[in-house]
């Protein structure tokens, strides 16, 4: 099956009736911060580099970053979460207010720190990563707050996301609930796991793991590699088991500078070779894959379009620097370049 099977025109028509969708966002969101310098020397006090500041910048972050993606490409959004009452969670919903993603969802507890990821970059490379946060579990009482708020939105939604960054939102209870809730309205649910949470990711409409993620999934180790993802004999001995096992629709693994595999029961994987051109910063880059499959899903697309578009997103953004998105015209160009 050729790569080149979906058409711009046809990208176009699935972007245009995305608009008409709604998808709901749940899980860990962050505040992105960005320090932006140069570096001309070493520090006397030890052997690292100067940083000189020029600027800094703040960009929704994890789950927020999901619904960033989906307003981006102008599909209508809501995002439920916890934040603290704290400068960072302000500016979060402020951002979020200005990107046109609805933010009533997310519910504010004084003894949480809104997570914050600060970037130090300097000439185009990340130099270190400063994170602040709070992992605990969200209790019974936020967890039945953040599910009060989802399911009052849940009769109007086309889809669901659930962004797990293993900060304390997505709960077993509170999986296992929206899993229900979803699977008795036929509603799309799609999953960015964190296998180190051991959450019980069964009966999935999607999970989208990069490799690291989709090994430690299967429990297996990943001892080879193969520049042809088809012929690599551990990659299908694990994409096989993730689909036997967890038994979602479709199962995507998202293989850096080889693209994606996609994986459903009883059909033949299916190698999306990358589009990317060049890779500055590949941060971000998995929020861009879920959000864009997930739309187009919505939208009435096939599994095999839907890989496509995103892999096509995932393109755009890692070409930028910093957690990014990708416009309808920057993703409708990308299949005429």
Not at 74 to 82: I, K, M, N, R, S
Not at 257 to 263: I, N, V, Y
């Amino acid at each position: 099956m050729s790569a080149k099977i979906l058409s711009v025109s046809r990208a176009r028509q699935i972007l245009t009736a995305a608009t008409k969708t709604r998808v709901l966002v749940l899980g860990d969101v962050m505040l992105d911060q960005f320090i932006w310098g140069g570096v001309s020397r070493i520090s006397p006090e030890a052997p690292v580099p100067v940083v000189d500041f020029e600027r800094e910048s703040f960009m929704p972050g994890g789950a927020a970053n999901v619904a960033r993606n989906l307003t981006a490409l102008d599909v209508p959004t809501e995002l439920f979460g916890a934040i603290g009452s704290d400068d960072a969670g302000r500016r979060l919903k402020q951002l979020l207010g200005e990107q046109k993603i609805g933010c009533r969802g997310l519910v504010t507890h004084a003894a949480r720190h809104t997570s914050v990821k600060t970037r130090i970059v300097a000439h185009k490379q990340q130099m270190v990563r400063i994170d602040r946060e709070t992992r605990d579990n969200l209790d019974g009482r936020l967890t039945s707050r953040l599910l009060a708020e989802l399911k009052l939105k849940l009769p109007k939604a086309d889809a669901v996301i659930v962004g797990d960054y293993s900060k304390g939102v997505v709960t077993q209870p509170l999986l296992n609930e929206i899993k229900t809730l979803c699977r008795t309205r036929g509603i799309w649910l799609s999953l960015d796991p964190k296998p180190a949470h051991h959450l019980n990711l069964n009966g999935l409409s999607l999970i989208t793991p990069n490799r690291k993620e989709a090994f430690e999934l299967a429990n297996l180790p990943d001892e080879t590699r193969n520049p042809n993802p088809l012929a690599d004999k551990n990659l299908m001995l694990v994409a096989e088991r993730l689909l036997n096992e967890l038994r979602p629709a479709v199962l995507l693994i998202t293989l850096g500078e080889l693209g994606m595999l996609l994986c459903q029961r009883g059909q033949r994987p299916f190698h999306i070779p990358t589009v990317a051109q060049e890779v500055f910063d590949v941060s971000g880059a998995g929020d861009t894959v879920i959000a864009t499959f997930t739309l187009a899903i919505a939208a009435g697309a096939s599994s095999v379009e839907a890989a496509m578009l995103s892999n096509h997103a995932a393109g755009i953004v890692v070409g930028k620097i910093g957690t990014a998105i990708a416009t309808p015209e920057e993703l409708l160009n990308s299949f005429t370049s």
